[in-house]
């Protein structure tokens, strides 16, 4: 057995059979592994695709999504995403292709020291210099994207070490490593409970990775158990996130706030006494990193904080019996995150942002069960400010973006018995375009929709409020692409939308089709909804 074989195998045994890849010289011998087993590689046109598909599939699936990207060129292209990945706690393994072990300093083909790249863009990074412990390598490597915060994980691969013969497994490689918990402890619970007894109005603000849409199953046990609301913030406008409703004003009512693994950064004003009212502040996380800021940016606020597993902090908290109603204080929250901004009082003949996004998430809820991604500037919080946060995948706290295209395709492998609709500006859908085709080779029942301004809006918008209307140069695009028909070039559906009545009728036609298919709609550009 070769070490392609078992690294496979170990992937296999973790639970995961996909794999998303652009192939290369340095990483064939895993595509020959691959043939005999049961695994697939869904197999993309540039290697950034591939890590955002992994991070749909992971986003969607609760599984770690695995990226599979060829030496020097190849690994270098996979790297822009690890940022936003990182950010939004997403598990994911980067898997990397690299130049021969026994070629080490000799100036071999696509020879380049790839974990001092990569090491400040995920969780940890190191390259494999012992074909038996491949195996161990990657189970370790899937469970560390899990462990604690999840987020990127990087591993390179020798090409020499992948052609080697195993000669003795390393023990326990074939078990799916199971989660160092760390729980929270007896005397640390005491402690929440006490300030829970003297609170009238609690708040539990989260990571992303504590999402609804990540954790169904979690948050069906904490709503039968618990009245506290729980808010995760996942978007780079923070407080401002039109999608959190009167988030500025639930936090100013709010007299203590149990942060888990949220960082206390520019989402939240920096924890500042203008942005968050109440002394009384318990801080979770199992990052010491954020700890440590926490401290430094709440000062004395904070009563408690201390390491925990995430997952396992928000579930004994919700069980705790601190003898408290909290449901009126639990409905008023719901009614705040629920308010949104008035439609726009404004006469043109185009759809606008708000039209469009309401008209297409009302069709898709009369009539299929669907996942959502949201992506872009201005146009993407349109979309999240209408879209069932339940249900909803962003492209995260980052300010990333263009990774919607591929996480769609990863989440449709993830969920193959939903419809993935996703929503986009233009500037975002020109980013990885070429993945329409790989939709399209696997038949996926995915919608996009592309809400057409002829500019990145968020720019704009900045050069017309920064600088002044005749400002606002070079951010512009023009009304010659035809979406559409790039999409039927690629045997994909296209429709081209200018119209209300039309929208509706394209969306239900998707839906029916369950192909692939691009909506380029014509719209007015408008800045995003903000209270």
């Known amino acids: 057995m070769r070490a392609s074989d078992l690294l496979i195998k170990s992937i296999l045994n973790s639970g995961i059979n996909k794999i998303f890849s652009l192939s290369g010289n340095q990483i064939m011998p895993i595509f020959d592994s691959v043939v005999d087993l049961d695994i697939e590689i869904i197999h993309c046109r540039h290697e950034a695709s591939a890590v955002f598909m992994a991070d749909g599939y992971a986003q969607s699936s609760g599984n770690t999504g695995i990226a599979l990207v060829t030496a020097a060129p190849g690994f270098t292209n996979s790297l822009g995403p690890l940022y936003a990945i990182n950010a939004n706690q997403s598990p994911v393994l980067l898997l990397s292709g690299d130049s021969p072990l026994s070629q080490n300093g000799l100036m071999s083909f696509q020879e380049l020291n790839q974990t001092s790249i990569s090491k400040r863009l995920v969780k940890t990074s ?28 990087h591993i390179a691969l020798p090409f020499d070490i992948l052609n080697e013969k195993i000669i003795n497994i390393a023990p326990h490689e074939t078990n799916t490593s199971k989660p160092n918990n760390l729980i929270i402890k007896p005397d640390k619970l005491q402690a929440i409970e006490k300030l829970l007894l003297k609170s009238q109005k609690p708040l539990i603000i989260t990571g992303p990775s504590l999402s609804e849409s990540r954790n169904k199953d979690l948050y069906k046990q904490l709503y039968s158990s618990t009245n506290i609301p729980i808010i995760t913030m996942n978007s ?148 999240q400010s ?92 023009d009304n010659l692409t035809r979406y559409d028909q790039i999409a039927e070039g690629m045997g994909c559906k296209g429709h081209f939308v200018q119209s209300t ?31």
Request: charge should be neutral.
């Open 236 to 383: 780079p406008r923070g407080s401002n996130d039109p999608s959190l409703g009167k988030l500025k004003l639930v936090l100013k009512e709010a007299d203590l706030l149990i942060f888990i693994d949220k960082d206390i950064d520019f989402t939240l004003g920096f924890g500042s006494k203008e942005r968050i009212s109440s002394d009384n502040i318990i801080y979770i996380s199992c990052n010491d990193a954020s700890i440590n800021h926490a401290k430094k940016m709440l000062g004395d606020r904070t009563l408690i904080n201390f390491s925990a597993e995430p997952k396992s902090a928000i579930a004994s908290i919700s069980k705790l019996k601190h003898n408290q109603n909290y449901e009126s204080w639990f409905n008023h929250v719901k009614i705040l995150l629920a308010s949104r901004p008035n439609k726009p009082a404004i006469k043109t003949d185009k759809l606008t942002p708000y039209n469009l996004c309401k008209i297409a998430v009302n069709e898709v809820e009369n009539n299929t069960d669907a996942i959502y991604i949201s992506d872009g500037g201005e146009f993407g919080q349109w979309a």
């Open 386 to 477: 209408i879209i069932p946060k339940s249900k909803i995948l962003t492209n995260g706290p980052s300010g990333a973006i263009g990774g919607a295209t591929p996480q769609a395709i990863g989440a449709s492998f993830a969920n193959p018995d939903s419809i993935v609709v996703c929503f986009m500006g233009d500037g975002t859908a020109g980013f990885q375009i070429a993945e329409w085709e790989t939709a399209r080779r696997h038949n996926l029942p995915i919608i996009y929709i592309i809400g057409n301004d002829q500019r990145w809006g968020a720019e704009v918008e900045i050069q017309i409020r920064e600088y002044g209307q005749d400002r606002a140069k070079y951010c512009m695009l």
């Open 501 to 531: 009545g039309e929208l509706a009728k394209v969306i239900n036609e998707a839906i029916l089709s369950k192909k692939t298919t691009i909506i380029d709609i014509q719209m007015d550009g408008l800045p995003a909804p903000s209270f």
């Open 126 to 153: 190191w390259r494999i210099e012992d074909a038996n412990l491949i195996g161990k390598d990657i189970t370790k490597a899937i469970s560390l994207t899990n462990n604690g915060r999840p987020g990127p994980v």
